[in-house]
């Protein structure tokens, strides 16, 4: 049942120009008329608007919710918007998706506030014309949103663009999912990807940090979900600011995804050991396997300058000795070592719930181009391995082409490796029947990945 609309008929404040769904809009456009990423762009505007952490909250969730819901939003602004809206100004185009996008989906805000507030912008910077038409755009859809058909038949009937629109996906990448998963599948991977992604931590040295850690998150009424596999990893509640929880400070925890978890315990460096993680930025596993070590010696290597300051910075929270070292993993040279973790550039089709923007940005000819940069990755890693010593390829991308096909090309062009079972490392159902470690964001309620664990002779 729609929520009650209020009229406002007084003249609109600049202010609102100033407000969390304005700055939400700008970054959306921003982010759309440049190869920025909106997580980069997000982040500019959040230091320069210094907003209360409610409003940085509600920019949040916009751009991510806009991000994610874009095609289904178009579609339900396209359905009422007179003009051809395809020439629309990116700030208008954003400024309805938000207003849309709250009414449909953000239960906590009456529908008169985003529609009224979006009107009062769009007036402001374009004037009456295109806030009657905004207006009664919004108005419509308020009424009659599209009533869409139940998700189990667009898949029985195989519908691609209802299936597109409906879970805000682009059709080439469906497409390509439906070849390699099949229709039900795909449709469970779209689910996920529009989801809010879940929170989670794990708990640095849990011997001394994880009852002191628990003690105190009870203080504050926050109960952490513990997490099966791997161990140590719990879920949080989404909350405004991560760093102000108890520990954080301390290095008893860190932010991190279950699926980077099962990489570290497949590599399961043992005491001592030398480590080498190529690509290593923003660090999570080598962070996990340098604790792992204990005394061994784990060099973190990545080319970006920005990314690797972070790591050191998690690093010395954490109090966790690595050695970070700006170079290009494709040209990187050292001393042989016990274990090779080649973390590859990907398309990232594991982490879309997280990079909402992603999934309109990425291209299939980019998994293409990145194919032959894993290729080039791995074969440098190769000779970084001593004999004995293992090599990891891990990537955070579901799609075989830079998966199980890059590492079968590698086995067949270096006989000196071989598969080892990730079954003898993980727990089983996070394996599939080649060896390989395998999640999915549809199944396994983490960001989607792979791994294979390769050993030198």
């Not at 070849?179 to 640095?204: C, D, S």
């Amino acid at each position: 049942m729609p929520k009650t609309s209020s009229k406002n008929s007084k003249k609109p404040s600049s202010n609102v120009l100033l407000s969390p769904r304005a700055i939400a809009a700008q970054i959306l456009s921003e982010a759309e008329s440049s190869s920025v990423y909106v997580d980069h762009v997000m982040e500019k505007h959040m230091q320069r608007a210094a907003l209360p952490v409610r409003d940085r909250a509600l920019v949040t969730a916009l751009v991510h919710g806009v991000s994610r819901w874009r095609a289904r939003l178009d579609t339900e602004i396209q359905h009422h918007f007179r003009h051809n809206y395809d020439e629309a100004q990116p700030f208008v185009k954003n400024v309805l998706r938000g207003a849309v996008y709250q009414m449909l989906f953000m239960d906590r805000i009456p529908d008169y506030a985003a529609v009224d507030e979006a009107v009062e912008m769009i007036q402001l910077r374009y004037g009456n014309n295109f806030s009657r038409l905004s207006n009664g755009v919004l108005r419509n859809i308020q009424r009659a949103p599209i009533e869409w058909p139940p998700l189990e038949s667009v898949v029985a009937k195989k519908e691609m663009k209802t299936l597109a629109q409906m879970l805000s996906h682009p059709e080439w990448l469906l497409k390509r999912w439906i070849e390699q998963f099949g229709w039900k599948e795909t449709a469970a991977l779209a689910e996920a990807n529009n989801r809010i992604p879940p929170v989670t931590v794990r708990v640095v040295r849990p011997q001394e940090n994880l009852k002191p850690w628990l003690e105190q998150m009870a203080g504050r009424e926050v109960k952490p979900e513990p997490i099966k596999n791997p161990p140590n990893f719990y879920r949080l509640p989404h909350l405004d600011d991560i760093t102000a929880l108890p520990g954080f400070a301390e290095g008893w925890f860190t932010v991190q995804d279950p699926s980077a978890g099962l990489v570290a315990h497949l590599a399961a460096p043992q005491k001592g050991e030398i480590i080498i993680d190529l690509c290593a930025a923003p660090g999570g596993k080598a962070l996990q396997m340098a604790e792992m070590v204990g005394e061994g010696h784990v060099v973190a290597v990545d080319f970006d300058f920005r990314r690797l300051e972070m790591l050191k910075e998690t690093g010395q929270r954490l109090n966790f000795s690595i050695h970070p070292v700006i170079a290009d993993a494709r040209s990187f040279a050292a001393t042989p070592s016990d274990l090779v973790l080649v973390d590859a550039p990907c398309s990232g089709l594991g982490v879309l719930s997280r990079r909402s923007d992603l999934r309109w940005r990425r291209r299939q000819k980019d998994i293409t181009d990145l194919v032959e940069l894993q290729k080039e990755i791995l074969t440098d890693a190769a000779e970084l391995a001593k004999s004995g010593g293992r090599l990891i390829y891990s990537t955070c991308t579901i799609d075989p082409e830079e998966n199980e096909k890059v590492v079968d090309w590698f086995l067949e062009h270096h006989q000196q490796f071989r598969l080892e079972p990730a079954q003898n490392f993980v727990h089983k159902m996070f394996c599939d029947e080649r060896g390989y470690l395998r999640t999915l964001q549809s199944r396994h309620n983490m960001d989607g990945s792979f791994a294979a664990r390769l050993v030198k002779s």
